[in-house]
């Protein structure tokens, strides 16, 4: 069974950093691409960051420079890295672990909440 499970949000200022992490297990880790993504109250559901296989990385023009996402295939985890965080930044944001269009996992989400 494929458990993908996000952890570290919470309440920050304006200005201040956070780390999430999401664990994936049921799934080989090192072949997914994994990604961060957020829902805004009212949004669309947007692409914060992916990281390939490879490690490659993609990220959404509105975190590029403050963001970074990195991966531990030992711990079958990927992290992302907030700084500089804005009240526009407050979303939930969620893992997936995606094999193509047709494979993807998704957690349950966490609350990041940036107060200015």
């Known amino acids: 069974q494929v458990q993908v499970v996000e952890s570290g949000g919470g309440l920050v200022q304006a200005g201040g950093s956070l780390r999430l992490s999401c664990a994936a297990n049921?799934?080989?880790?090192?072949?997914?691409?994994m990604g961060w993504y957020r829902q805004a109250p009212g949004k669309q559901r947007e692409l914060v960051a992916r990281?390939?296989?490879?490690?490659?990385?993609v990220y959404g023009d509105s975190v590029k420079g403050r963001f970074t996402i990195s991966r531990d295939g030992a711990k079958n985890t990927v992290y992302l890295r907030m700084n500089s965080l804005k009240s526009e930044d407050t979303a939930v944001y969620y893992c997936?672990?995606?094999?193509?269009?047709?494979?993807?996992?998704w957690g349950q989400g966490t609350q990041v909440t940036v107060s200015s």
């Open positions: 997936a672990a995606e094999r193509g269009s047709q494979q993807v996992y």
């Open positions: 049921g799934i080989i880790f090192s072949i997914m691409t």
């Open positions: 990281i390939t296989s490879s490690g490659d990385t």
